[in-house]
């Protein structure tokens, strides 16, 4: 959050942003024509700590990977938790629909019924049509809706607001770590405990470096994202407590610790991940 003096009008200006980087924000005033002097920014980093982190670096092919997913469907139907399937073009996303759909056959449809009304799974995009954009959203943002699974691009993006997605996957590369994060951010808006998987497929149009260190899973994944996202402003007190968190005790059968609902390579830092 910015506030900026115009170096034009003089009149005072407030600029408000969920997400942004430290070259956004150099643009931002490069556009307003202000210095970094004559602003005053107050910064966090934009964590939700409810969002558990994944990375699976190892992807095979949709029916391998999301077994889980579609088993889930198959077995709970319209009790499934509504889940994102992000991918990066229309052509992924239509393959990743089409193998969901094929693998679950007449259990894709609520009751056996095989219409668009009674479809499990959805899928967004710019180019469908826009009454099926209207009546996918529609449904899709009703707490006992029948689609459970939603198979998008980043079109399902800004001004959508749904709570209670519990997971959000994303297939393969993508185009940078804002709209990556974006992504993220979709699971869990109720703060109630939600996942996050990144299959991490192909490389990324931009952020390179940082998505080669989020792929290799060697150091704290919400750490290495939410660094991304630090401006010399930042109130860091959150990072620095991430720092400090500590193990539970290797006894306890079901874990919830910090760690343990950090991300894929925390979990794996608890002594009782093993069990």
């Known amino acids: 959050m910015a506030s900026i003096w115009s170096c034009l009008s003089g009149t005072p200006l407030l600029g408000l942003s969920a997400i942004v980087t430290a070259g956004i924000v150099k643009d931002i005033l490069q556009h307003l024509q202000v210095s970094r002097d004559d602003v005053q920014i107050q910064s966090i980093p934009p964590d939700q700590q409810n969002i558990y982190t994944e990375v699976i670096s190892s992807a095979a092919s949709v029916e391998i990977d999301l077994a ?5 469907i198959a077995a709970n139907q319209t009790e499934c938790p509504k889940t994102l399937v992000f991918a990066k073009s229309i052509n992924c996303i239509s393959d990743i629909y089409t193998s969901i759909m094929y693998s679950l056959g007449q259990k894709a449809y609520s009751n056996s019924i095989q219409d668009n009304k009674h479809s499990i799974i959805g899928m967004y995009h710019a180019h469908i049509s826009e009454l099926l954009q209207h009546f996918t959203l529609t449904e899709f943002a009703k707490a006992n809706s029948v689609i459970r699974v939603l198979v998008c ?14 997971r959000v996957v994303h297939w393969g590369p993508t185009s940078s770590l804002l709209c990556f994060w974006q992504e993220f951010g979709r699971a869990g808006c109720d703060g109630k405990p939600a996942s996050a998987t990144w299959y991490a497929r192909g490389k990324a ?7 080669q260190k989020i792929k290799s899973d060697n150091s704290c994944v919400r750490q290495a994202i939410l660094q991304e996202f630090t401006l010399p402003e930042n109130d860091t007190s959150s990072l620095e407590c991430m720092v400090r968190r500590q193990p539970c005790s290797a006894a306890c059968s079901t874990c919830c610790c910090d760690l343990c609902k950090c991300c894929s390579f925390c979990c794996r830092c608890c002594p009782c991940a093993a069990k």
């Open 153 to 166: 691009t980043i079109a399902f993006g800004m001004g959508i607001e749904i709570p209670d997605i519990r």
């Open 68 to 72: 889980w997913l579609i088993n889930d």
């Open 205 to 211: 149009d931009a952020d390179k470096e940082v998505f």
